[in-house]
Nanobody
Framework: QVQLVESGGGLVQAGGSLRLSCVAS????????MAWYRQAPGKEREFVAS???????SYVDSVRGRFTISRDNAKNMVFLQMNSLKPEDQAVYYC???????????WGQGTQVTVSS
């Protein structure tokens, strides 16, 4: 059973940057998508960004141009570089991976990102 562990969250001022990291305890093929989701208090979990096959990236419109997802397949890691952070980016960020043939079926415990205005 692969486990995902996120790190890198914290408190940052609006306009600042954070880099989130997620490490998998086992190998995840590069053709399998990995993603970041987030959930703010009182809101549903929402998709943020995904990457598969090393270069196919998708972003939610609200972060495009500010966030960058990347992946190190050799280290079984995925990253989320977040720049120009806004208070509305504040949430718990979750790493997710596709292990089977369906959707995202492996999730981390989350890391808190707090953006002060």
């Amino acid at each position: 059973q692969v486990q995902l562990v996120e790190s890198g969250g914290g408190l940052v001022q609006a306009g600042g940057s954070l880099r989130l990291s997620c490490v998998a305890s086992g190998s995840i093929p590069s053709t399998n998508a990995m993603a970041w989701y987030r959930q703010a208090p009182g809101k549903e979990r929402e998709f943020v960004a995904s990457i598969r096959s090393g270069w196919v990236r998708s972003y939610v419109d609200s972060v495009r141009g500010r966030f960058t997802i990347s992946r190190d397949n050799a280290k079984n890691m995925v990253f989320l570089q977040m720049n120009s952070l806004k208070p509305e980016d504040q949430a718990v960020y979750y790493c997710a991976a596709v292990l089977g043939i369906g959707g995202y079926d492996c999730w981390g415990q989350g890391t808190q990102v707090t953006v002060s205005s």
